[in-house]
């Protein structure tokens, strides 16, 4: 099978944040994502603010441009002021006008 | 007499269940309930003191509701500034240290007063049924004041998305929607729901009260970070605003029952809609004070010894 070599940008964030992150990655060009509710430990010591569910990590598989905007983006508003880390990974799609 | 007002308030289940869970809790035993349970519970007590509320609401002529409706209102404005002096100057935090608190204590913690209605009605105390809508009133006004004495300390905060957290957010929209449930329906056709609303009620407050024990144990591991001023404020802070609560209720001729309210409603401090929008508006304050002075704090204060004081303060006063 054809695949094109895309990035999976993966970030973990605290859960109060995930309306506006989603909106954030959603203007920096990523067309989908998917969210889950984590538990874990970090250099910030354990995600904190149990009473508003576990932290999130977000994936989106999106172009070299809009990872690098996605990360920059987060540079910007969310590393400084959230408990947040975020990477990215090369992967192989097919079908890459869905992303 | 007020001794044995305590011991009658400790002996029921919801507190006992948070008692014993905080201290297992301590003691590293593995009490916490499955995750996914915790929101499915506030969701239905939530839903079911709306619809309690709402129920009322049908009840009451708009002659009975503005005063209390003032006074909430007032109270709003002033148990947020009450709290953000004294952690401001006696506590000597930051300024956005003591917004953040001031919203938790101008805000109001639902569970709290839950656990007053339900001592209220084990103690066949009478109160004021519609006084669910003015815990939604007292929420959003708390939270609004104390945001807007952060606004000198802070820039560029995101002040949309925390109004509309607050607005929009789950605590305030399920509560909301209860009660406008209830209002529409009225008490005569509500009356099929009640073995879920009502019959339940009782039962999935004390699970609640279990993972809430939880997590205020895990709460008080950090109460040597936030200091002694703090854990003092944390009980001075709900007394004095107690007491402006039960003045005010008092003022307006509401019953024994609604002064009590009146007193938890302004006394008590959020852990819910205040954490989620001080996290957002002010990323700066700090987690680790605001969430253990309201939840270590004051919540196990209010939940022992502060209900069975408001409840006298109420038989004082009316």
Redesign the interface.
């Known amino acids: 099978m054809n695949t094109v070599p895309l990035q999976l940008v993966t970030i973990i964030s605290e859960s109060v944040v995930e309306q506006k992150l989603i909106a954030d990655i959603k203007s920096c060009g990523a067309k989908g994502y998917s969210v889950g509710h984590v538990h874990g430990e970090g250099v910030t010591g354990k995600h904190s603010l149990d009473l508003n569910g576990p932290s999130i990590r977000l994936e989106t598989i999106v172009t070299e441009s809009v990872a690098q905007a996605i990360l920059d983006m987060l540079s910007a508003k969310y590393f400084n002021k959230y408990a947040t880390i975020a990477w990215m990974t090369p992967a192989q799609v097919t079908r890459p006008d869905r992303f | 007499m007020f001794a044995a007002s305590i011991m009658d308030n400790l002996l029921t289940a919801p507190v006992i269940a948070f008692l014993v869970a905080l201290i297992a809790t301590l003691l590293r035993f593995d009490v916490r309930l499955p995750?996914s349970l915790?929101?499915i519970i506030s969701t239905f007590l939530l839903l079911a003191i709306g619809l309690k509320g709402g129920r009322a609401l049908a009840a009451a002529s708009i002659s009975d509701l503005w005063k209390p409706l003032i006074v909430s209102i007032i109270l709003g404005v002033i148990t947020p500034l009450v709290a953000f002096a004294l952690f401001r100057f006696a506590g000597r935090l930051s300024v956005i240290n003591a917004s953040a608190l001031a919203a938790h204590y101008g805000s109001v913690s639902a569970v709290t007063f839950t656990v007053l209605l339900s001592t209220l009605e084990a103690r066949k105390i009478a109160y004021e049924g519609y006084m669910a809508g003015l815990l939604a009133i007292l929420e959003i006004i708390g939270i609004v004041v104390a945001l807007f004495l952060a606004r000198g300390a802070t820039e560029g905060s995101?002040w949309k998305?925390a109004l509309s957290?607050v607005v929009r957010g789950k605590s305030i929209a399920l509560l909301g929607i209860g009660i406008v449930i209830g209002a529409v329906v009225g008490p005569t056709r509500l009356a099929p729901t009640d073995p879920v609303f009502v019959g339940l009620f009782a039962g999935a407050l004390t699970l609640f009260l279990i993972e809430l024990g939880v997590?205020a144990a895990?709460r008080l591991r950090d109460i040597k970070s936030a200091g002694p001023l703090v854990v003092l404020l944390g009980v001075i802070v709900p007394l004095i605003n107690g007491f402006l609560g039960a003045l005010g209720g008092a003022a307006v001729g509401l019953s024994t029952g609604g002064v009590a309210v009146m007193a938890v409603l302004a006394g008590s401090a959020s852990?819910?809609a205040a954490?989620?929008a001080v996290?957002?508006a002010l990323?700066?304050a700090s987690?680790?004070l605001y969430?253990t002075a309201s939840?270590g704090i004051t919540f196990p204060f209010n939940l022992t010894v502060g209900i069975p004081l408001y409840i006298a303060m109420a038989q004082a006063l009316t």
């Open positions: 995750e915790y929101p995101d998305s957290e997590i895990e852990y819910i954490p989620a996290r957002i990323p700066q987690p680790g969430v939840l």
